[in-house]
């Protein structure tokens, strides 16, 4: 199986900043990397897929970058409603699996 | 608007099983892959199994082979994933999700709980 190492597990952060959450994988995923926003009570949101490109509805603050085993999920400018736990997957092998997630918080 | 909702979950002793089902609405369900995608309470999530458009290609992840199938009923625009030999481990709660070009889980429902308890 794929792992899938987040990083880091917790970041705390003020409105503004530019935020980065990290993805490696445990062998070439090619960009089959998607990037996921989970709000406390909610299901998950699909951010960016294919590792950069964004899903229709997403503020472009979110952007995704990577290929082969590196991943990076970037929050150019905080808000507040951005406050979730953000998990990557990995989509290019069975079984998909699934980074231990991110928990963002503000400051 | 693309809508997924799933129900039959609840508590169900160990050993018993449990069927749950996605009702699909607001695109042509026959022409996507679908999936489930699991939450244990507090942990982060896990892919269950995926089924292909017609039905024709199932995949499991290796902790469910042989106890859960995952199937479809396209007529009814409906995904099953019926749970046999249930293990305290498979408590979560449960996501039905649409697959896009077989590359990413785009739409999700808002899951329904599974609980394994005597």
């Known amino acids: 199986d794929i792992q899938m190492t987040q990083s880091p597990s917790f970041l705390s952060a003020s409105v503004g900043d530019r935020v980065t959450i990290n993805c490696k994988a445990s062998?070439?995923?090619?960009?089959?990397l998607n990037w996921y926003q989970q709000k406390l009570g909610e299901a998950p949101k699909l951010l960016i897929y294919n590792a950069n490109s964004l899903q229709t509805g997403i503020p472009s603050r979110f952007s995704g970058s990577g290929s082969g085993t590196d991943f990076t999920l970037t929050i150019s400018s905080l808000q507040p409603e951005d406050v979730a736990t953000y998990f990557c997957l990995q989509h290019n092998s069975w079984p998909r699996t699934f980074g231990g997630g991110t928990k963002l918080e503000l400051k | 608007e693309v809508q997924l909702v799933e129900s039959g979950g609840g508590l169900v002793q160990p050993g018993r099983s449990m069927k749950l089902s996605c009702a699909a609405s607001?695109?042509?369900?026959?022409?996507?892959?679908m999936a489930w995608v699991r939450q244990a309470p507090t942990k982060g999530l896990e892919w269950v199994a995926t089924i292909s458009y017609d039905g024709s290609s199932t995949y499991y992840r290796d902790s469910v082979k042989g106890r859960f199938t995952i199937s479809r009923d396209n007529a009814k625009s409906t995904l099953y994933l019926q749970m046999n030999s249930l293990r305290s481990e498979d408590t979560a709660t449960y996501y039905c999700t649409r697959e896009r070009m077989g590359r990413y889980f785009d739409y999700w429902g808002q899951g329904v709980m599974v609980t394994v308890s005597s």
């Open positions: 062998q070439n995923i090619n960009r089959y």
């Open positions: 607001g695109f042509t369900f026959s022409n996507y892959g």
